[in-house]
């Protein structure tokens, strides 16, 4: 049958056939081998095959579960009773049904606790990256309206309902809060009705509570069950099985009282089930209080991105993992860890990892208390885009390796018996994880302070900050090779990861021809242990440092040099030396230091000869020609006090700040000598000063560099 979309038509069907008397038969074209052509067509109106209108097909005019017209024939909104009419009209008016935990289930009618928005712009939730629409449409013909669906949590926080005339529910001016439920047990906040929740029925249903409908006391709970894997124990319960079990969580149906509009005029429905923590009283949730304060800390339904609603932008909203229950925290009772393989190597006296693997155990209680998570191995009706994240990680950022992830479904109970989607985790059980073999990368990020990382164990819940522990002992690791691959030291560069180029502190720079790498008894030892009162800097966790820290509790057993500093007496120097190629006979160069500042090795007061009295910023750097000048003093000006190449005689030309480096210029007077190897050596000698200053400096790289 021909539409009546077309202006032209003038046909005018009626519900399943022509009227006598509606056209004449002439209208109709003669369908193939004569007859009479109005038989024909009354008969391929009713063929229930190749039918043409919604009626031959068994739509009915009124749509049976609201009661709404459907068909114009019966006042409905359908102008014409074609198949392709009513598919069109009738898909636009069906909208999507979230369900429990907010994705599609059909067989659940206006189920979830949608966020709406404005007749026209859609309010949703976004599943695995894609937008799905949740936003009702009712005929202009409504005087009603009312908002409907499942509840979870049930027994926590507060229920609000707001009415807004143009969709914005920000703006507190348009919206009005029309009802108010408080579903805890704990007395509701004043001029907030309360549920009647009881918490001695929390493992069973609880009675379901009636709407007055009076004031704000317009939302009714029916189906208030515990969260079950198994509803079969009460009949005609709405929801189907479930993958989890967490019975200390209620669920309800609730349903608001209706809402009277004026016909044709726009009016939506926000419904907003706010956390008890900040629902504390009445004055909260007001219209007001919206546009600061709806969001997802505050709440436990989705709330819009970034507080938008419309304006331009589609709402999205992240129903992801949206369940917590604030009343419990995770509890780490045991988390330790001992390696079980790694390969070593000394700075400075204190031995650390370059490669880590890690066996241990930890246990932690309520952490299935605290919300709902589907495990790294998603359950069969959670679909793609709700998994959770993991609920535990073992976290190895100090030390620049990858977390390690754990999902419930990779934990074992209390009697370690591994969960999985058979056996999953009720809230009392205790989660038990196992670390076997489990590895550190060499690290790609500088090592924390003093080289000593954390391998933390973190329990997390929803919106809530992670329970964590570091466990066992702390972990000592050698951070090279340096951030972004760089160059371990070498001639002209020195980053602070090895010991290949360090002299004796002792050494006197007296000999005219001395190599690069050192040799005989000018070679230093990283595995001797720094002792008191000797004039040795500390090289750990890429940094030169003064030696501070007790290291003997960490793994590997280090040693305490807490108690070398407090050995050490009042102004102690302790001190690093290498050599520096210069490449050819030179006299003046430049030195980019990272990590001090100019003022920290300034001599700022005149010359003494004392350096600890010279330098009150606690550092000395100082340069030398080996076998031909005195030690330098980079920190004051060529000139200072005199011309003469004795030492502390100023050499310093140019000083300049480059983002966090100093390039500082020199110039010896005298030129660097080949050594006979090809090496044009200069000495650099840095000194850190026991004067409660230089004790917390350090030094990161230092580069030599042409003029």
């Given at each position: 049958?021909?539409?009546?979309?077309?202006?032209?038509?003038?046909?005018?069907?009626?519900?399943?056939?022509?009227?006598?008397?509606?056209?004449?038969?002439?209208?109709?074209?003669?369908?193939?081998?004569?007859?009479?052509?109005?038989?024909?067509?009354?008969?391929?109106?009713?063929?229930?095959?190749?039918?043409?209108?919604?009626?031959?097909?068994?739509?009915?005019?009124?749509?049976?579960?609201?009661?709404?017209?459907?068909?114009?024939?019966?006042?409905?909104?359908?102008?014409?009773?074609?198949?392709?009419?009513?598919?069109?009209?009738?898909?636009?008016?069906?909208?999507?049904?979230?369900?429990?935990?907010?994705?599609?289930?059909?067989?659940?009618?206006?189920?979830?606790?949608?966020?709406?928005?404005?007749?026209?712009?859609?309010?949703?939730?976004?599943?695995?990256?894609?937008?799905?629409?949740?936003?009702?449409?009712?005929?202009?013909?409504?005087?009603?309206?009312?908002?409907?669906?499942?509840?979870?949590?049930?027994?926590?926080?507060?229920?609000?309902?707001?009415?807004?005339?143009?969709?914005?529910?920000?703006?507190?001016?348009?919206?009005?809060?029309?009802?108010?439920?408080?579903?805890?047990?704990?007395?509701?906040?004043?001029?907030?009705?309360?549920?009647?929740?009881?918490?001695?029925?929390?493992?069973?249903?609880?009675?379901?509570?009636?709407?007055?409908?009076?004031?704000?006391?317009?939302?009714?709970?029916?189906?208030?069950?515990?969260?079950?894997?198994?509803?079969?124990?009460?009949?005609?319960?709405?929801?189907?099985?479930?993958?989890?079990?967490?019975?200390?969580?209620?669920?309800?149906?609730?349903?608001?009282?209706?809402?009277?509009?004026?016909?044709?005029?726009?009016?939506?429905?926000?419904?907003?089930?706010?956390?008890?923590?900040?629902?504390?009283?009445?004055?909260?949730?007001?219209?007001?209080?919206?546009?600061?304060?709806?969001?997802?800390?505050?709440?436990?339904?989705?709330?819009?991105?970034?507080?938008?609603?419309?304006?331009?932008?589609?709402?999205?909203?992240?129903?992801?993992?949206?369940?917590?229950?604030?009343?419990?925290?995770?509890?780490?009772?045991?988390?330790?860890?001992?390696?079980?393989?790694?390969?070593?190597?000394?700075?400075?006296?204190?031995?650390?990892?370059?490669?880590?693997?890690?066996?241990?155990?930890?246990?932690?209680?309520?952490?299935?208390?605290?919300?709902?998570?589907?495990?790294?191995?998603?359950?069969?009706?959670?679909?793609?885009?709700?998994?959770?994240?993991?609920?535990?990680?073992?976290?190895?950022?100090?030390?620049?390796?990858?977390?390690?992830?754990?999902?419930?479904?990779?934990?074992?109970?209390?009697?370690?018996?591994?969960?999985?989607t058979t056996n999953p985790p009720l809230s009392g059980d205790t989660a038990n994880g196992t670390l076997t073999g489990v590895a550190i990368p060499t690290p790609t990020a500088y090592t924390p302070d003093g080289g000593v990382g954390a391998i933390t164990l973190g329990a997390y819940c929803p919106w809530a900050a992670p329970v964590t522990s570091?466990?066992?002992?702390?972990?000592?690791?050698?951070?090279?090779?340096?951030?972004?691959?760089?160059?371990?030291?070498?001639?002209?560069?020195?980053?602070?990861?090895?010991?290949?180029?360090?002299?004796?502190?002792?050494?006197?720079?007296?000999?005219?021809?001395?190599?690069?790498?050192?040799?005989?008894?000018?070679?230093?030892?990283?595995?001797?242990?720094?002792?008191?009162?000797?004039?040795?800097?500390?090289?750990?966790?890429?940094?030169?440092?003064?030696?501070?820290?007790?290291?003997?509790?960490?793994?590997?057993?280090?040693?305490?040099?807490?108690a070398v500093l407090s050995s050490d007496g009042a102004s102690h120097i302790r001190r690093y030396v290498r050599l520096f190629n210069t490449g050819i006979a030179r006299n003046i160069g430049k030195l980019r230091i990272r990590g001090l500042s100019a003022a920290a090795f300034a001599a700022s007061t005149p010359f003494s000869g004392n350096e600890?009295?010279?330098?009150?910023?606690?550092?000395?750097?100082?340069?030398?020609?080996?076998?031909?000048?005195?030690?330098?003093?980079?920190?004051?000006?060529?000139?200072?006090?005199?011309?003469?190449?004795?030492?502390?005689?100023?050499?310093?030309?140019?000083?300049?700040?480059?983002?966090?480096?100093?390039?500082?210029?020199?110039?010896?007077?005298?030129?660097?000598?080949?050594?006979?190897?090809?090496?044009?050596?200069?000495?650099?000698?840095?000194?850190?000063?026991?004067?409660?200053?230089?004790?917390?400096?350090?030094?990161?790289?230092?580069?030599?560099?042409?003029?």
């Amino acid at each position: 049958m021909p539409s009546t979309r077309d202006p032209n038509e003038v046909v005018n069907p009626g519900p399943g056939k022509l009227p006598a008397g509606t056209v004449p038969s002439s209208a109709f074209i003669s369908i193939g081998g004569g007859g009479s052509g109005v038989a024909l067509i009354q008969a391929h109106m009713a063929d229930p095959v190749d039918a043409h209108m919604a009626s031959a097909i068994g739509i009915e005019p009124v749509y049976a579960l609201t009661g709404e017209a459907l068909l114009t024939s019966a006042g409905g909104l359908i102008p014409g009773e074609s198949v392709l009419d009513f598919i069109a009209t009738m898909k636009d008016l069906l909208p999507l049904r979230p369900n429990y935990l907010g994705y599609s289930d059909a067989n659940l009618p206006l189920d979830g606790v949608p966020v709406w928005s404005t007749l026209s712009t859609p309010g949703g939730y976004t599943a695995g990256g894609s937008f799905v629409a949740t936003h009702h449409i009712w005929s202009a013909g409504v005087t009603s309206i009312q908002a409907a669906g499942s509840l979870f949590p049930a027994d926590r926080g507060m229920l609000a309902i707001y009415l807004s005339t143009d969709g914005n529910y920000l703006n507190a001016g348009s919206t009005t809060l029309i009802g108010a439920l408080w579903l805890g047990g704990d007395p509701p906040p004043a001029g907030v009705p309360g549920s009647n929740f009881l918490e001695a029925s929390r493992l069973t249903a609880q009675v379901d509570y009636t709407a007055s409908g009076t004031g704000l006391d317009q939302i009714s709970l029916a189906w208030r069950l515990p969260y079950l894997k198994d509803y079969t124990a009460y009949p005609g319960a709405p929801y189907p099985a479930f993958d989890a079990n967490f019975y200390r969580y209620q669920m309800a149906q609730f349903l608001t009282a209706p809402v009277a509009v004026a016909a044709g005029t726009p009016r939506s429905l926000l419904v907003v089930h706010w956390r008890e923590a900040y629902a504390t009283t009445l004055a909260k949730i007001q219209p007001s209080q919206l546009a600061a304060y709806l969001i997802q800390a505050n709440c436990y339904t989705p709330a819009p991105v970034a507080g938008v609603f419309d304006g331009g932008n589609i709402e999205t909203v992240n129903r992801h993992n949206f369940i917590v229950d604030t009343g419990g925290t995770p509890v780490i009772s045991s988390y330790s860890y001992t390696v079980a393989s790694g390969t070593t190597e000394y700075l400075s006296g204190v031995q650390s990892y370059n490669t880590l693997t890690i066996n241990g155990s930890f246990q932690i209680s309520n952490l299935f208390d605290t919300g709902y998570y589907t495990g790294a191995e998603s359950p069969p009706n959670v679909p793609v885009g709700f998994a959770s994240p993991a609920i535990v990680k073992l976290a190895f950022g100090d030390l620049g390796g990858a977390d390690v992830e754990y999902g419930y479904y990779d934990l074992a109970d209390g009697g370690a018996t591994p969960f999985s989607t058979t056996n999953p985790p009720l809230s009392g059980d205790t989660a038990n994880g196992t670390l076997t073999g489990v590895a550190i990368p060499t690290p790609t990020a500088y090592t924390p302070d003093g080289g000593v990382g954390a391998i933390t164990l973190g329990a997390y819940c929803p919106w809530a900050a992670p329970v964590t522990s570091t466990g066992g002992n702390l972990v000592l690791f050698n951070s090279h090779p340096k951030t972004g691959g760089g160059t371990l030291s070498t001639e002209t560069f020195e980053p602070f990861v090895d010991e290949k180029y360090r002299y004796v502190s002792a050494y006197a720079g007296s000999a005219p021809s001395p190599p690069l790498v050192p040799s005989g008894g000018d070679v230093f030892d990283p595995t001797g242990v720094l002792v008191g009162s000797d004039g040795k800097l500390q090289v750990v966790g890429h940094r030169l440092a003064y030696p501070t820290i007790d290291y003997t509790t960490h793994l590997p057993p280090g040693a305490d040099y807490a108690a070398v500093l407090s050995s050490d007496g009042a102004s102690h120097i302790r001190r690093y030396v290498r050599l520096f190629n210069t490449g050819i006979a030179r006299n003046i160069g430049k030195l980019r230091i990272r990590g001090l500042s100019a003022a920290a090795f300034a001599a700022s007061t005149p010359f003494s000869g004392n350096e600890a009295t010279d330098h009150p910023g606690g550092a000395v750097v100082q340069l030398r020609i080996p076998g031909i000048t005195g030690w330098l003093d980079l920190g004051r000006v060529k000139g200072d006090p005199d011309l003469t190449t004795t030492d502390g005689r100023g050499c310093r030309t140019s000083l300049t700040v480059v983002g966090s480096d100093l390039i500082v210029g020199y110039d010896t007077t005298e030129y660097s000598v080949n050594n006979g190897s090809g090496d044009f050596p200069i000495i650099l000698r840095i000194g850190l000063i026991k004067n409660g200053t230089g004790q917390n400096l350090t030094v990161t790289e230092v580069e030599w560099q042409a003029p």
